[in-house]
């Protein structure tokens, strides 16, 4: 958590000590560029989940078992034959409420409140700042001590959801190898979905509350070899966590665009296997 600058009257590039300098910055390269593509991508990716969230169509193929993880768990009567793997555990749902409602507030508070996330929203869309070197608009800052960004400190309990989700993800992939007639089946669906659970575990795994659950609070490691091991291993996969963060996304969308063409019609699964 970051600690609120002390520095009297004025915090940040105002503190009473700074360097008075009238410009915002004295950056002549494309400073703006990484802000800029942060907001794009991210308004990309909520327009789409948020569409396809809502539309109800196009989210499972009964042939051969492909559901979208934007759907997954689907937990209501609402949901199409088939796609409930875990039964019904609501009635019907009115349209307004997306059918992967269980899921989705978990999936977008672990997102949101992802260390990686946070740093990149918080230069790109509160401009806090919008980048190194770069005077930030506001006249001070209070960190995440207070309301409303207190509420960043969730994001541990959000990982412990996000690993039942990840769970629940690698039991859709692993059931999408079903074949048209029945029995075992493989397809172009498989290689994504599997891609994108895979992915996603990495993405999961490589979560800073991770390395807290799997090394921290530890004063010696020599003490716990395994936990030690595991924190190694964490801590490798954290230092791709930014990569992990933006490709996951990209699966995610990738995935469910696949499924919505074959149960759409609008293109037949690649088949490998019946
Ligand atoms: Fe990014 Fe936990 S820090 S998911």
Redesign the pocket.
Known sequence: MSAPADNGVGTGVRAPRRARIAERTLRTDRWWLQPLLTVLGLSAFIIYATVRSFVRTAYWVPDYHYLTPFYSPCLSTSCVEGSSHFGHWFGDLPGFIPLGFVVLPFLLG??LT????RKAYYRAVWFSPPACAVAEPHAKYTGETRLPLIIQNV?RYF?YV?LIVSLVNTYDAITAFHGKTGGFGFGLGNIILLANVVLLWA??L?????RHVTGGRLKHFSKHPVRYWIWTKVSKLNTR?MAL?WTTLGTLVLTDFYVMLVASGAISDLRFVN
């Open positions: 672990f997102r992802c260390y990686y996330y994001h990982f996000a993405y999961t490589s979560c800073h509350s991770c966590h963060a």
